[in-house]
């Protein structure tokens, strides 16, 4: 017997209906979890490195923008599952499919938010100290934010290949 399309699969019980909404939750909630720390930690870089410099504390600034962004990953990754889920057609696989993608945003997210506040605040120190670390610093930072981009377009359908969710 051959097997259905996915795009035919019937609708399971609402139960599948909870893994989306994990994957919901799990996306904004560890995204935010990162940008929270990775602001933190920079911030306190920051403000150390205000006392030795303070005419380079708005140039040091970037670290915390960076780590905003992942909570703006992770509140978009949030919107886009909740819109592709409906009652009526949501299978376990959808829901199987949207905790994964939100997982997957949700830690990466918070793994670059740690890596973000670490590099921020011994960067920002180091940079007081040396103004030429800055450049390095700065690309070193944005280096954490490139794999969030992949899950986002996979959600989207921009991805290689067929459509995942």
Known sequence: RRSAPLARMQPCDPSSAFFGFMGVTSAIVFANLGAAYGTAKSGVGISSMGVMRPDMVMRSIIPVVMAGVLGIYGLITAVIINGKMEAATYSAYSGYAHLAA???????????GLAIGIVGDAGMRANAQQPRLFVGMILRGFGSLWPHRWPCCRLHGRGQGQELV
């Not at 939100?102 to 670059?112: I, Q």
Request: aromatic share 0%.
């Open 102 to 112: 939100g997982l997957t945003v949700g830690m990466s997210s918070l793994a670059a």
